[in-house]
């Protein structure tokens, strides 16, 4: 920015000057809302999917079919239509905020949504259907959008002034994701040709760690470390936990889909240990920022967060019981998959939602009249009660599910699955309500 | 009565609200201490009010101890006191207590809501020949609504030659540091129970001092160029993200308790008279955003900002940008940012 400082201006240390908008009017941030909100919009969409899906495939999944082209379907629904879109779509706006730099390309950040978004549609529904066509195009769609947002991220990546654990994190999760889909390539064409035999429930293990863990449980500690204290105002936190969280996880990803892949049982037990040391690194580093928060009373947003985390805690351990019992217990291996998942994962996600859709709504829509008069509050771009029993029923759904998957009763996991959807379009109708309604 | 010794002590910074909503019960100890507070058993009344006025400043308007409140209200809670934590700012409380109410009985308010021309009478304090504006929130603060951003609104669309005269059921001393700290000072008067009014003007030749108390946020002639560092601090400690709308530091007396240049001093910045600070490191997004640009809205000519964040406020600069402000970042320190923002001549 240009213009002269009032001479009497004094202060300590050195200035640099900020980012510096576009002309026209477009700035990279106003650019990047747009990414972020196409990514958000459809992956939106995805989630009441996948919700919806769940109902169908509630009867599979109570009796530990985790492995069925219905049930694969459905989790690529959540995984790459819920999550990973929504990664994207946050990373537009993370990577400005948290790392000093702008997202290297919109153009290409469209380019990846629009061959991406689609793509995980397909994809999903060649994979339930059991459909070749719909599976190739699906695929090759979503791994052109992968490669674009990799090489996207990695060429904003060198350019970020902090180069600090969130941008560790940031790098660390997206090698993990394209390690994710070189597997899922890998299992699609052992779905034609059958080469890996006998390897194909290990490598979808290693596929399935390597995603949720790599991939989207180390982009969510970097990304926590940066918003939970922003959101909760807690400062001054050890955060010495995050680096260590972040380290256990990448390593005993590595080394449990090494010990998968390999058959190197020692390996597998040492990469679970090392998550499960990881994932609690993790939720010792949130509760810290919890715990020295300014503002005691939490919204719903951090309620969210909060309850995704416990759930984690659960996921963990059944994932440890897993290793012991063996992975012939089929419906364990759902249950873990589930409440990780859908417990953990989604309802993480669903909260740090509502924390950076109202607000990036809000300040697109009112940033002229700011500080000009009037203008409506965050909160009020939607409903805090409504938002609560979302939360609810969204956790008793994973709950149901999880006690229907365990003891194998269908009607149960049903009414779970249907608690789950119910919880996701009063989700919806909130998010709805933030783009288009409101005070105003 | 809920609370056990190990709770944490109601503060004389506590908001009201926060202090009912850990126990109810406690609004007849507010009651006990003051028939003023009689209206706190109105629960739309306390949904305006409580949440805008904190311990200490409701003891003032109450006109009793703010310590007694405090002691009386930790006592309820079944917490032993410890004599540091009933402290409590004393600054300004002389020049303020006059008998003020929170909620107190009255007659009804006129209709209002909108800000109008008004015949005023002289007053040997208020300068002459200014145009009054007129707001009567009577009735928003009886039904429940808050008027905050009607008043916000209202101050920010004033001339350099209008006041403001505030038609209210009680004296709102937690806006006299809101608008004490965008130069404003004040007058009030007690018409009759809830019905006070209260005008805020600009004075003529501005000189921001900072004092120990934003309620004594009175803009005082400056009494020698360049005699000592007069600067406005807003340390806006409030961390409610809920209620942008009211971008008000409200409840904190300790907004103003710190900008003194000693507060200053210990963060390792200097300014001059022509700096105004802005502190939004305790705040949620987007607060940090509206409170800048609401800071910016007022700023006086020859003028510059000095926000205070706990990190770089990305979404600030393009905003900068279109309103025709300059601005620089300086990140030498780990624990905050600093971001000084002028009009380029």
């Known amino acids: ?440 | 009565m809920t609370g056990s010794p190990g709770t944490t002590p109601v503060a004389p910074t506590d908001r009201v609200s926060d202090v009912i909503a850990r126990d109810e019960a406690l609004v007849d100890v507010f009651v006990r201490a003051a028939p003023h507070f009689t209206k706190l058993r109105n629960r739309a009344m306390r949904r305006v009010m409580a949440r805008l006025i904190t311990v200490e400043q409701a003891a003032r308007t109450a006109g009793i101890p703010a310590e007694k409140l405090v002691s009386d209200l930790n006592s309820a809670l079944g917490i032993v006191e410890r004599a540091a934590d009933a402290t409590v700012s004393g600054a300004g409380q002389s020049e303020m207590a006059k008998g003020g109410a929170l909620p107190g009985p009255g007659g009804p308010g006129q209709p209002g809501g909108e800000v109008r021309d008004a015949a005023d009478v002289a007053s040997p304090t208020r300068p002459a020949g200014m145009r009054v504006r007129e707001l009567d929130v009577r009735e928003d603060l009886r039904t429940g609504n808050e008027p905050f951003s009607k008043i916000m609104a209202a101050v920010a669309a004033l001339g350099e030659d209008e006041m403001l005269r505030l038609r209210t059921t009680f004296e709102p001393v937690p806006l006299f540091t809101v608008l004490g700290k965008r130069g404003f000072v004040h007058e009030s008067e007690e018409h009759g129970a809830e019905d006070w009014s209260v005008w805020f003007w600009r004075p003529v030749a501005p000189a921001i001092e900072g004092s120990a108390s934003g309620d004594a946020a009175a803009v005082r002639s400056s009494d020698g160029a360049g005699s000592s560092a007069s600067t406005a601090t807003t340390r806006a400690t409030d961390t409610s993200s809920a209620d942008v709308s009211s971008a008000a530091p409200r409840g904190d007396a300790s907004t103003a308790d710190v900008s003194d240049s000693r507060a200053l001093a210990v963060d390792g910045i200097t300014v001059d008279d022509r700096t105004i600070v802005l502190d939004v490191r305790g705040l949620n997004p987007p607060e940090p955003l509206m409170r800048t640009l609401t800071a910016l809205e007022t700023l006086p000519e020859g003028h510059q900002l000095l926000q205070i964040n706990a990190r770089v406020p990305q979404f600030l600069f393009p905003m900068l940008a279109e309103r025709g402000f300059a601005c620089d970042v300086d990140e030498s320190r780990a624990d905050r940012v600093l971001v000084r923002i002028w009009r380029p001549a």
């Open chain 1, 1 to 440: 920015m240009t213009g002269a400082a009032p001479a009497t201006a004094a202060q300590r240390g050195p200035a640099r000057p900020p980012t510096i908008p576009t002309p026209g009017g477009m700035t990279p941030a106003t650019n990047s809302i747009r990414l972020a909100g196409e990514n958000f919009a459809a992956s939106i969409l995805y989630l009441l999917a996948g919700s919806a899906g769940l109902v169908w495939i509630a009867p599979e999944l109570a009796i530990g079919a985790y492995a069925s082209p219905h049930v694969a379907g459905i989790t690529h629904l959540f995984t790459l239509g819920w999550i990973t879109t929504t990664i994207f779509g946050a990373l537009a706006q993370l990577l400005p905020v948290a790392l000093g730099a702008p997202i290297r390309s919109t153009r290409v950040g469209h380019a990846s949504f629009f061959t991406f978004a689609p793509g995980v549609g397909f994809f999903a529904a060649g994979v339930a259907a059991s459909s070749w066509v719909l599976q190739h195009i699906g695929i090759g769609l979503i791994t052109v959008g992968i490669i674009l947002e990799v090489a996207n991220i990695a060429a904003s990546l060198p350019r970020a002034k902090n180069r600090d654990v969130t941008w560790g994190a940031v790098t660390i999760a997206i090698s993990f994701l394209a390690s994710t889909l070189v597997l899922g390539v890998i299992l699609l064409h052992n779905l034609h040709s059958g080469f890996i035999a006998n390897a194909r429930l290990i490598t979808l293990a290693a596929h399935l760690h390597v995603a949720l863990v790599g991939w989207v449980l180390v982009m969510i500690v970097g990304v926590s470390h940066r918003l939970l204290p922003m959101f909760l105002l807690a400062h001054g936190a050890d955060t010495r936990w995050t680096r260590r969280a972040l380290a256990l996880l990448a390593t005993g990803v590595l080394a449990l889909a090494t010990g998968l892949v390999t058959r190197l049982a020692p390996a597998v037990w040492l990469g679970a240990v090392l998550i499960d040391c990881g994932i609690a690194a993790f939720i010792w580093q949130a509760y810290s920022f919890y715990r020295v928060r300014v503002r005691r009373k939490l919204d719903v947003g951090m309620r969210f967060a909060m309850t995704a985390v416990v759930f984690l805690a659960i996921a963990a351990a059944l994932g440890s019981a897993l290793l012991v019992l063996g992975p012939m217990h089929a419906r364990l291996a759902t249950m873990y998959i589930t409440v990780g998942l859908l417990g953990g994962i989604v309802l993480y996600v669903v909260g740090f939602f509502y924390k950076i859709v109202p607000l990036l709504a809000w300040t697109a829509r009112f940033r002229g009249r700011m500080g000009k008069g009037p203008v409506p509050t965050v909160a009020q771009l939607y409903s805090a009660k409504v938002a609560y029993v979302q939360l609810g029923v969204m956790t008793l759904g994973v709950v149901l599910l999880a006690g229907g998957i365990g003891t194998g009763i269908v009607h149960v996991t049903r009414c779970g699955a249907v608690l789950f959807l119910a919880g996701v379009v009063l989700f919806i109708s909130q998010i709805a309500r933030v783009a288009f309604g409101g005070r105003s």
